[in-house]
């Protein structure tokens, strides 16, 4: 542990061995939403949604649990979506950039899909309205199962999302 009591990189790595998300049986409530933010170098970008599929990876700069996941997308990997779309989801900031890859800033659609915090995905498909399939990016193989699962018709939702009630 470290001292503001997280886990170390080594501990992390040996921990997320052995994670597995537990699946939830149920569509996502999150509708999914055109991109829109801006780029790394200040430019305006809006994502066609239109494409058959669209990975958004939430990461921060400052989370260990996103290295893994941009190092894979450095050294050419997609998460087994090899002819789809893939786009990093930043935060005020954030600077990550990987070539062949959108990097978005963009507080605002952190906020539209329900991401509270990286590492985090989510995977778009053109003929759905809600997100297909979402979770905690616990490392490349898990990302990489949930898609497959997803893009084969058997997507999983990793989170249970708590609808706000009126009710006190």
């Given at each position: 542990m470290t001292d503001d009591g997280r886990l170390d990189s080594e501990?992390?790595?040996a921990v997320l061995k052995s994670a597995a998300p537990i699946a939830v049986r149920a569509a996502?409530?999150?509708a999914k939403r055109t991109v829109r933010g801006r780029g790394v170098d200040g430019e305006v970008i809006t994502l066609d949604?239109?494409?058959?599929?669209?990975?958004?990876?939430?990461?921060s700069e400052g989370c260990l649990g996103c290295v893994d996941l941009v190092e894979?997308?450095?050294?050419?990997?997609?998460?087994?979506?090899?002819?789809?779309?893939?786009a990093?989801?930043?935060?005020?900031g954030d600077r990550t950039t990987v070539p062949g890859v959108t990097s978005?800033?963009?507080?605002?659609?952190?906020?539209?899909?329900?991401v509270t915090g990286p590492p985090f995905f989510s995977l778009i498909s053109a003929n759905a309205s809600t997100v297909v399939t979402?979770?905690?990016?616990w490392g490349?193989?898990?990302?990489?199962?949930?898609?497959?699962?997803?893009?084969?018709?058997h997507p999983a939702v990793d989170v249970i999302r708590l609808e706000a009630t009126d009710e006190a």
């Open positions: 501990t992390a790595r996502s409530s999150i949604m239109n494409q058959a599929w669209w990975l958004l990876l939430f990461v894979h997308l450095r050294a050419g990997g997609r998460f087994g979506l090899e002819n789809h779309a893939v990093l989801m930043l935060r005020e978005v800033i963009s507080d605002e659609m952190w906020s539209a899909y329900g979402e979770g905690v990016a490349v193989e898990a990302v990489t199962q949930s898609l497959s699962a997803a893009t084969h018709g």
